[in-house]
């Protein structure tokens, strides 16, 4: 661990991205994530690694994934509109399986919305912004030091499992700086790769967990990359059994892998009555408003996820079964509400906090929440 | 020379480009100059975006990415500035090059990377069947444009000399030896180079525009060109007429060439 | 030499009328009022050999002779008779050539071995100099209006495109000329090379230097679309896509390997082998080193 200091939330991403490996960053200037490359232009080229501005955000993601491509770690961080422009992008790397990371940092929408205002409006179109069905693996911090630690898991996992991976959060963590001590060293997963004399390579033929590997362009294995729906040597196909065998293996190596990259956590849930449903900047009000009703006798707890996608309804169905009531806390107009209500399965009432206008929701907020809710009753 | 055939994906031919289309000409055209370089294989990595003649890239035998509409520029620079080592090159079309991916190719052009796009202009949309394309002549029949385009069209050289390409060409998938030599001087060329390559779509654009097949077209092209020299025979007459005589609208050869500071993204300089 | 006299050339080789062709020239230059003055060289000309005519006319004309760099006109029915006599041309002339190859009998006995150098049709060689240039397949024409025959009269009527002498003289020219019952298939033959701006569709660069055919024509009929751009654009007739859009070869004898259809082929379905030379029974037991 390296001595405590102050680091914005961005920086964070920044420093996790490179701790992680990653030695490509593409991007675009977007309140509230430009910090993010900011800190890679001058923290990249020290690492051995590029930085390039490019000249919006979907080349960004086109030049992330031609890097990926290359052998590269690489990420792109963008903001509301920005990330509305990658969904094409996010969709392609979905489809060839190129890992790369995309941070999306929140800010008030839809179009140019409130820009240097939070928001948490971004989570369901992480989740299905790109056309077509596909898997999403999209993770949310909520403090700066976790910005930190999921950067580095985002990357783990794109490489892991050979897919875009999500990271999200809202415009305050972005730019809160909190004391952190980042470690030294993490933990570093790195995309399998062919042998380098391996004969007949197919590199969409599925490996370990259904992830092919993944040779890098220019090391000896000549394959073809394509958006088109293709068989396991990579080349397009409009056979419908070979389309749909495709989609059901990219789709079921994140969903086959549910319990590895969902996460939760809970905090004082054990006897909960009453338990809040938050995430980024919220998770750390309610977890407050937790603290502060239980003084006044009210059993509450936090489900606090860390991956938002894919959804962690078994937690959620655990907790909705325990307790007889869960508050649905989101900056939005009601867009997770929705997996809750379906995960608690109507073993408890859901209700929800919302609020879209740029204004962080507060830990008192959530108590007149519980109270308002009639508490644990 | 090897054959050009050491290059091609012979299991996935015949490729799915209509009869009589010239985008097989330049793709032929390309393997050659890829041979006349010696280019290690494996080090090539050939990008493309969508439509008629990205679908090449899955004819090629090189590391090859079929990427989004009009983004293989971005794709493109991505990997060349991850992997210096590679020879990147791009393979367009007018619609993937100039209207959808239009912000790609001059910013790529801009900064003066060094890969190289072909851009196969066939006057329209084939892919999708037809349509006007930015490169549609103003008059000629399009599916969106029945009764006759209305709109001016692109010139794709001046347009990338505008943007600050250090290498523009402009030659005829009629003339592929002088096709596959400036295509090789493009990627020898440090520097982004950029080669408008005057293809055809005789499915569409022959058929709407009465100008008839592949063939036909072809010759048709070669006559276009003041430059060309005598480059194709329906067995009875070739006019040429020095270039500097006829003013036409099309001018073909380099066109601008000049060396200057090549992009290789922020990154830690190595002592030299 | 007076002031105003212009000059034309013709050449070809023998056999091919170029005499004939020049009377012509020479009676439309009279008929048009000039003073005329016409000489040939034809003592080599041996069926094969080259012959050449000039033609200078004017309101008074000296010598016959039209020196270096100053023809207006260079009409040359075979190709290397037009690289030959180009440098007689003035600056911004015209060239009128057809672009049949006859491989001179002296340098070359067999013509199916082509060992003679024949140079290859290159344009560039009249690019430095801003000629107008015409290159005709004037047979292909000819045989087309119906009679082979004929193809002088398409390079005349080209020739004639250059020089402003009323369309009238030239026709009572060929009209006197021509061997009786040919007259209206010369004259057709003499418009159509006027018109020739707006005939369609040119010729190719020929046999690329130090070629040797006949080549072998080998055809994946697999990849082959039948988009008939092969056949279009070969010189020597050799290929043809039949009624279900099969290409053939049709005269495997002629092709002289100019890969035009090769080159041009947009599937990869054709390939030109260069002629296989035999291999002498010593070569092969050494080279082979066994089976």
Known sequence: MSEARLVQGNEACARGALAAGCTFYGGYPITPSSEIAEHMVRLLPDAGGVFVQMEDEIASLAAVIGASLAGSKAMTATSGPGFSLMQEHIGFATMAEVPCVVVDVMRGGPSTGLPTSPSQGDVMQARWGTHGDHPAIVLAPSSVGEVFDLTVRAFNLAERFRTPVILIYDEVIGHTRESVRLPDQVEIIDRVRPAPDSVDFRPKAAGPNGVPPLPAFGDGHRFHVTGLSHDERGFPTDDGAVAGALLSRIHSKVADHEDEISAAETFMLDDAEVAFFAYGIVGRSAREAVLRVREAGIKAGLIRPTTLWPFPGRQVAVAAKQVDKVIVAEMNLGQLIGEVERAAAGQAEVVGHLRADGEPITPSELVGAVTAAGGGN | MADVKTYLREWAMPHVLCPGCAHGIVMRGFLAAIDQLQLDQDKVAVVAGIGCSSRIVGYIDFCTLHGTHGRAPAFASGLKLARPDLHVMVITGDGDGLAIGGNHLIHAARRNIDITVMLLNNSIYGMTGGQAAPTTPEGAVASTTPAGNTEPNFDACKLMIGAGASFVARVLAANPIEMSKVIADGVRHPGFSFIEIISDCPEYYGRYNKVGGGADMLTWMARRDAGVAVPLSEKKFVEHVPSSAVPLGMTTGVLERDIRPVFTGVRRQEPL | ?291
């Open chain 3, 1 to 291: 030499m007076s002031e105003g006299t212009r000059g034309l050339l013709l050449s070809g080789v023998g056999g091919q009328g170029v005499i004939l062709a020049s009377m012509i020239v020479a009676d439309a230059l009279l008929g048009a009022g000039f003073d005329v003055k016409q000489s040939e060289v034809h003592g080599m000309a041996q069926r094969g050999g080259s012959v050449f005519s000039h033609i200078r006319w004017g309101e008074d004309v000296d010598s016959p002779l039209v020196p270096k760099g100053s023809a207006e006109v260079l009409a040359a029915f075979e190709w290397a008779e037009a690289i030959r006599w180009v440098e007689y041309v003035r600056e911004g002339g015209a060239v009128v050539a057809d672009v049949r190859t006859i491989v001179p009998p002296g340098a070359c006995n067999d013509r199916r071995s082509w060992t003679a150098r024949y140079p290859g049709i290159d344009v560039d060689l009249f690019n430095d100099r801003e000629l107008k240039t015409r290159l005709i397949d004037a047979a292909a024409t000819a045989t087309e209006l119906g009679n082979v025959r004929a193809a002088n009269s398409v390079l005349l009527g080209s020739v004639a495109a250059f020089l402003d002498i009323d369309m009238a003289h030239w026709e009572s020219a060929i009209e006197r000329l021509v061997p009786r019952g040919t007259v209206e298939i010369n004259l057709a033959a003499f418009r159509a090379g006027r018109e020739f701006p707006q005939a369609r569709v040119p010729r190719p660069p020929l046999a690329p230097e130090g070629f040797s055919g006949p080549h072998e024509i080998d055809i994946n009929h697999v990849w082959c679309k039948g988009c008939d751009i092969c056949s279009r654009v070969c010189p020597e007739y050799c290929l043809a896509v039949d009624v279900d859009g099969k290409l053939n070869i049709i005269d495997p004898e002629a092709c002289t390997g100019c890969r035009l259809c090769e080159l041009l082929c947009p599937d990869f379905a054709i390939e030109i082998h260069p002629p296989r030379s035999p291999v002498a029974v010593s070569d092969a037991n050494t080279a082979g080193g066994g089976t």
